[in-house]
């Protein structure tokens, strides 16, 4: 069975006390939660994960950063290593953020490297995708979708497909406000599905998380998490507050 996961991507948000604020008041509502159907991911940025990952010893949720170097080790200034990230106990980390992409140059190269790297160090890859504006007024979306699936994923073995999580984001809707609607992102997570099912199984298909991002907040969370193959959400802005958050991680029924 998969996993419903609702991850709280904090981007370049927050100073070190503003961090340690949110963390604790996340805390504190989660343990007044009697049950969760989701699990529950922050990804802060690196000064503040093992601070996090301490914390996360005495709650309900996992830890992930926001990227990780393609390599393994050595002289690479600022780089951030997959065996640093395992060293501090992080079960995620996000890849091929459309921000990456756009500002880093990520290509879909690199990120089937950043995924083999996290995957050697048991961390699970949560592997962005989504289109530009520009490629869904041309009615181009699947096609952009399944060439950065093919390339950046589909070289893995079914076993270690096993160990991915996907978040669709359609760029046009990441900070905007614009929000795809329950039936833009049913259809494009369906569509995701049935790639890896072609190329791995119904099984390793059925049991892939694959989220949606894009705008996603405590007013629509229910309405996309009701769809069958919407397996919860990778977060922004609305992580960056605890009620908001909290009111997505509660929104699956
Ligand atoms: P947003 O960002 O929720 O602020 O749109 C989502 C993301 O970029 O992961």
Redesign the pocket.
Known sequence: MRKNIVAG?W?MNKRFDEALELVNDLMERLEKENELNAMVVLCPPYPYLEMCSDMSQESYFAVGAQDVSEQESGAYTGEVSASMLESLGLDYCIVG???RRAYHHETNAVVEKKVKQLLANNICPIV?CGELLPEREAEKQFDVVKEQITESLFSLSAEEFGNIVI?Y?PVW????GKTATPQQAQEMHAFIRSLIAEKYGNEVAENTSILY?????AKNAEELFANKDVDGG??????LKAEDFMKIVTSFK
């Open positions: 991507n981007k953020h459309s921000e962005c978040a984001e809707a990441i900070g905007t991002g894009g705008s996603c907040n990778l977060i922004g802005g609305a992580s």
